[in-house]
């Protein structure tokens, strides 16, 4: 028989080389030393193509545990969301959400708001958050922190159980109506309705101006955090405003975002996150606002038709 001499093809591998040929010291080598280079990578290649096969195609990136996304499929953690009490700014009837301040005196409970946090304290405990220990999160702004301290004394949780955030849980920046009545906020929430995306007024003094979407980014990001960093843990999230909550309740409860406010926190209320327990609707401020400048037009526009009657009857008597 005569041999073949056609190279041998390159998906082909050739036979492992004898010892007689490359010597005694190159037999413990592994196989696909022995080739020459191309063939080599011919060959590392094929491999790499092999492995990549077994990797599960059906495995959602968003599936991963620490991508969280709202509203969620489950959650890791119970939460429980609390606002906290009246503060000494609250008291005196006036908008103070410049972070700037957010670690003062003023920032800090008034006495209504220190017998608020007392009552919400109680109600965690009627409620066994932290039967079996909990953990407790809240805004680093003065009068949340005082309230997870009172929430903790109560509840017979060690100070070390108290995780202070440090941005995530702002209140939400109002820009140009800092220093404004509380009633300002009805211009917010009006515009909130109309859409997520619309922010306060700005202003030069360091107060943010935040949009829905702007406070929605933050608190899903504490809570992509909470949910990686914990698993079956209770955990007490404080906020020194209502809107972080509000919204962060919409979100991991499918709520339009536009609507956040029905679902607004008094100072010191106390609730446990559960999409079946969607609290009554409330009319917002903004929708009494608006349904009065709605009667304002319709009465104009009413004055205006009645002028034109009263005209057109005075030329038909002339």
Excluded at 32 to 40: A, E, I, S, T, V
Excluded at 59 to 83: D, H, I, K, T, W
Aim: hydrophobic share 35%; glycine share 6%; aromatic share 6%.
């Amino acid at each position: 028989m005569v041999a073949s001499s056609s190279p041998t093809p390159p998906h082909v591998l050739p036979p492992l080389p004898s010892q007689d040929h490359h010597g005694p010291h190159l037999q413990f080598l592994p196989p696909f030393l022995h080739l020459p280079p191309l063939q080599r990578r011919l060959l590392l290649l094929r491999l790499s193509f092999s492995a990549i096969s077994f990797i599960p195609h059906n495995c959602s990136p968003a599936a991963a545990r620490g991508l969280f996304q709202m509203p969620p499929a489950r959650l890791e953690n119970l939460y429980f969301l609390v606002r906290a009490g009246e503060s000494v700014f609250e008291d005196k009837g006036i908008l103070n959400t410049n972070p700037v301040s957010k670690t003062s005196v003023d920032s800090g409970l008034s006495p209504e708001g220190e017998r608020q946090t007392a009552r919400a304290a109680l109600e965690l405990r009627r409620m066994g958050a932290c039967r079996g220990s909990c953990w407790i999160w809240p805004s680093i702004t003065q009068r949340s922190y005082q309230a997870a301290e009172i929430i903790a004394s109560v509840n017979g949780i060690d100070r070390s159980r108290i995780v202070p955030e440090y941005s995530f849980l702002d209140a939400r920046g109002l820009g140009a109506l800092e220093g404004r009545s509380l009633d300002a906020v009805a211009e917010v929430y009006s515009a909130d309705s109309i859409s997520p995306n619309i922010k306060p007024p700005s202003i030069t003094d360091g107060t943010p101006n935040e949009s829905v979407s702007d406070v929605y980014v933050r608190v899903t990001q504490l809570m992509s955090i909470l949910e990686t960093q914990y698993s079956g843990q209770t955990i007490i999230i404080i906020s020194p405003d209502s809107d972080n909550l509000s919204i962060l309740q919409a979100g991991l409860t499918g709520v339009d975002l536009r609507r956040h406010w029905n679902l607004s926190f008094e100072p010191g209320e106390v609730r446990l996150v559960d999409p079946d327990s969607i609290p009554v609707y409330k009319e917002p401020a903004s929708a009494v606002y608006k349904s009065e400048n709605q009667l304002r037009t319709n009465s104009r526009t009413l004055l205006k038709r009645r002028r034109t009657l009263l005209s057109l009857d005075n030329m038909r008597n002339r």
